[in-house]
């Protein structure tokens, strides 16, 4: 991180280069990727406005409060490292924190950092287009209050638009509602309820066993059955916490020398090299640990087809084992590639359709026909309800980007741009729109990493930019189209060389009708990353035009 203070004179003098914008930079959103985005920009001495459509920081944490939300990540990883006295003092009470402790979390570290003050809430961005004559981002937000800026960051998150499926008759049905991506505030009661819910990835998986718990009757819709892992989530040991804390750099360092951005063990062995004995010995292990480290038993699980099915043949197993009835078992055992969509983490997952009051449909051959006004009917029966909960998931990565009307140079629309899928530079720019930056954006590790150390670097790499242009004199980052294709064409074939990109998931837009299909993350994980990210800084910002 460079020295904030040095850059906030030299910031301070360029920003009157351009009285003409309203503000510096502007974010739009405070998640955690917006939050520490204006943390930065602060240190630099930017004059800086965050726009946010909810009425609270955290994101992510702040819309998704769905029985039985909480990370996927161990809360000692899933969190802030950029504030050594902030991750000292935060203490988690859980292995994997539950949402309102994480949307505490967000908002302890509001008032820490003292950011309401430049975050305007309740406020959707409707428009950013780029006026080349002044130099600023025009910014149009849904209460049609307009403002400029010198910088954008697009801080809008990956997964932030929810996905709620054209169903014939939506609009039809008479009971309640809910999203699991915007559920009510006030929370849900589902006592003496049917209830019927509509997916079974990774928020179903979280809702479905605290739903039942609740409701009369739980009917699951399963269009595609998911593997899950269990988290054996417990109170956090308060020696483990300790013992964190006293080396908690430590830790961090060796989660940017892993792949997914988490310190977990790999083992680089071969599943096929190994015997029967050893490979069930090894994934016993890993399933008792629990969680997304189950896909670091064996170092070929994502490259070969025969040594990911022993991985998916054992979890199928476990499935057999715990569900009661041999034909659910079979039902909820997926056959795709084991970690091709993304591995779900639960607790009781499986076993909660042990229950007499939750009932599994299978939908896969025959989808859902439509809502009625009681319910739904699929598979040509009937099925009434006094609540349908849509586990339906998110137009990821791009759908939030293209909700908003992004205008580059020469006016053209990012919609237009990305009609093919999307196109950039580290997943951190677009060429064409100059002075924007995406925070883990398409083309960036992100999903497919722990996402707090991966925003806090596409912030870091951010602000440190905006440092180097005020140092500079520079007034305008553009990646030239070559740099962009060549990365584009980078990111593609390392898609390739992974089963991961191999199945219908939202990893490749698969879940959004007409949405081009495309492994849009960056595969080859988050050291190689990192380490090309530093290679075009220590190379004059090499593939970017600087003026
Ligand atoms: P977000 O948290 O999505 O924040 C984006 C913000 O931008 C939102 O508040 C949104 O309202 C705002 N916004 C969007 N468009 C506009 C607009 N036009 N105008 C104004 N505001 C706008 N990742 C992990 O690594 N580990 C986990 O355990 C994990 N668990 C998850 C659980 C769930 C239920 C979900 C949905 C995702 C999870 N993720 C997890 C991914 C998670 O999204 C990231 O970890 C992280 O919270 C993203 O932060 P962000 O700030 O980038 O985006
Ligand atoms: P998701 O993984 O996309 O799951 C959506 C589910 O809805 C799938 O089962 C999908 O079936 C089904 N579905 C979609 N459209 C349908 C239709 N028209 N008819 C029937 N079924 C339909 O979404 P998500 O569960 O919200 O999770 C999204 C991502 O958010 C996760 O992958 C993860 O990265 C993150 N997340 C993390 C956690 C966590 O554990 N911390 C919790 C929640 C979310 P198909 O599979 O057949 O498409």
Not at 88 to 103: A, C, H, V
Not at 267 to 282: F, V, Y
Not at 517 to 523: A, C, D, E, G, S
């Given at each position: 991180m460079s020295d904030m203070n040095a850059g906030a004179l030299k910031f301070a003098h360029k920003s009157d280069a351009n009285p003409s914008c309203?503000?510096?930079?502007?974010?739009?959103?405070?998640?955690?990727?917006?939050?520490?985005?204006?943390?930065?920009?602060?240190?630099?001495g930017l004059k800086t406005k965050v726009f946010e459509a909810g009425s609270g920081v955290g994101g992510t944490w702040y819309w998704n409060r769905y029985p039985g939300a909480r990370c996927d990540v161990e809360s000692m990883q899933?969190?802030?490292?950029?504030?050594?006295?902030?991750?000292?003092?935060?203490?988690?009470?859980?292995?994997?924190?539950?949402?309102?402790?994480?949307?505490?979390?967000?908002?302890?570290?509001?008032?820490r950092f003292e950011l309401r003050r430049d975050i305007q809430f309740d406020t959707s961005v409707r428009s950013a287009v780029f006026d080349e004559t002044a130099g600023c981002w025009k910014l149009e937000t849904s209460d049609g209050e307009h403002c400029t800026a010198r910088f954008c960051v697009m801080a809008t998150g990956c997964l932030s638009t929810p996905n709620l499926p054209d169903f014939p008759g939506l609009d039809s049905y008479q009971g309640e509602t809910y999203h699991t991506g915007h559920w009510p505030h006030e929370g849900v009661d589902f006592s003496g309820k049917r209830v019927g819910i509509i997916g079974t990835g990774s928020s179903a998986i979280q809702s479905i066993p605290v739903i039942a718990e609740q409701a009369e009757h739980l009917t699951v819709f399963q269009r595609?059955?998911?593997?899950?892992?269990?988290?054996?989530?417990?109170?956090?040991?308060?020696?483990?916490?300790?013992?964190?804390k006293a080396d908690y750099a430590g830790l961090r360092a060796r989660a940017k020398t892993k792949p997914p951005g988490i310190d977990i063990d790999f083992?680089?062995?071969?599943?096929?090299?190994?015997?029967?004995?050893?490979?069930?010995?090894?994934y016993e292990a890993k399933w008792a640990h629990g969680g997304i480290p189950f896909m670091g038993a064996f170092g070929d699980l994502m490259l070969d087809d025969e040594a990911n099915d022993t991985a998916a043949e054992f979890v199928r197993g476990k499935i057999r084992d715990i569900v009661?009835?041999?034909?659910?078992?079979?039902?909820?055992?997926p056959h795709n590639v084991i970690g091709c969509k993304r591995l779900c983490v639960d607790t009781d997952y499986y076993?909660?359709?042990?229950?007499?009051?939750?009932?599994?449909?299978?939908?896969?051959?025959?989808?859902?026909?439509?809502?009625?006004?009681?319910?739904?009917?699929?598979?040509?029966?009937?099925?009434?309800?006094?609540?349908?909960?849509?586990a339906t998931g998110f137009d990821a990565m791009t759908g939030t980007l293209l909700r908003i009307d992004i205008r580059g140079l020469g006016g053209i629309s990012l919609k237009d741009k990305w009609a093919e899928g999307p196109k950039s530079y580290l997943g951190l720019s677009i060429a064409g729109f100059p002075n924007m930056f995406t925070v883990t954006g398409p083309g960036s590790p992100s999903v497919l990493t722990n996402m707090l150390p991966s925003i806090e670097q596409h912030v870091d790499w951010i602000a440190d930019c905006l440092d180097y242009?005020?140092?500079?004199?520079?007034?305008?980052?553009?990646?030239?189209?070559?740099?962009?294709?060549?990365?584009?064409?980078?990111?593609?074939?390392?898609?390739?060389?992974?089963?991961?990109s191999t199945c219908s998931s939202w990893y490749v837009g698969a879940n959004i009708p007409g949405k081009p299909?495309?492994?849009?993350?960056?595969?080859a994980g988050l050291p190689l990353y990192i380490e090309k990210c530093e290679e075009i800084v220590a190379n004059g910002y090499r593939g970017f035009a600087l003026r």
């Open positions: 309203d503000f510096d930079l502007v974010i739009v959103g405070a998640g955690f990727a917006g939050m520490y985005m204006l943390h930065r920009a602060r240190g630099l899933y969190s802030y490292q950029f504030s050594e006295e902030l991750q000292q003092e935060w203490e988690w009470s859980e292995r994997y924190s539950p949402q309102p402790e994480i949307l505490s979390y967000a908002n302890h570290v509001a008032d595609t059955p998911n593997y899950t892992i269990p988290a054996h989530n417990a109170p956090m040991d308060p020696a483990y916490a300790a013992s964190v083992n680089m062995a071969s599943a096929l090299s190994a015997s029967a004995g050893e490979r069930q010995k090894q009661n009835d041999p034909e659910i078992a079979d039902r909820l055992s076993a909660t359709y042990n229950r007499p009051d939750v009932t599994l449909v299978d939908i896969a051959d025959d989808p859902i026909e439509c809502l009625t006004p009681s319910g739904l009917k699929a598979k040509g029966e009937k099925h009434e309800f006094d609540a349908i909960v849509f242009m005020g140092q500079n004199g520079h007034e305008r980052i553009d990646p030239s189209p070559q740099a962009e294709a060549d990365w584009v064409a980078h990111v593609e074939t390392s898609a390739g060389l992974s089963l991961r299909r495309v492994f849009m993350p960056y595969l």
